[in-house]
């Protein structure tokens, strides 16, 4: 009877493999944030690479800044730039905790056509207390970072539809990472630097879905 209940609930799940089981990466593709660093007490401060401990504030300079693209993939699928989106940058504030390089925490806001509060769009996540600075090919610095508890304010990110993200929020599913790149500090810890911010549906609501009517399927089983 074990082996039937398995082959059942494998059954189940298979019927489910495919669209249910793929996931999403959606990628925010920001260039010239400023940043500045601060010390472990909050204030400002040099940089110390990778070594720092304290934070490095990264955030939208008027004019500058600039949300360039943003993109989807499908599983590990190549990511195609989402021409139906029409948002303008207004607002980003991200904030990388630090303990001898290494990433401890932080937070992320970043807000599209001036944000919820007047009709426009907004992300949010946590980091997490993973990943580094380390050197930069290109020179000076990068940090990467993972992040957890994504939520958006809309199904709807100005023009991109993303009902499957919108959905999956309020649990563990929005969970992504971060790369801040050409950190280029001058001796006071500021200077601009580009990042990439992604948010994944891992695992979809579809895909606890079919594990839950494998479950039934081997309950149903069960009771007969």
Known sequence: MKTLYAADAALAVSVCAG????????????????????????????????????????????????LLSLSIRNGVNPFIVQNSYTGTLTDMAMSISLSGGNVTGGTLTLDVNGGPSIGGERYTATFSAAGNVTTYVGGGFKLEGLSFGGNFNDANFSGVPIADFFAAQGGPFLSGDFIAFKVQPTGTGSGHADTDIRVTTVPTQGAVACFALAGLTCAKRRRR
């Open 19 to 66: 669209t249910t089981l793929a996931q999403r990466t959606l990628q925010f593709d920001v260039n010239n944030l400023a940043f500045q660093a601060y010390d472990g007490q909050g204030v400002a401060s040099p940089f110390a690479g990778t070594t720092h401990t304290g934070r490095l504030d990264l955030f939208e300079e008027t004019s500058l800044s600039e």
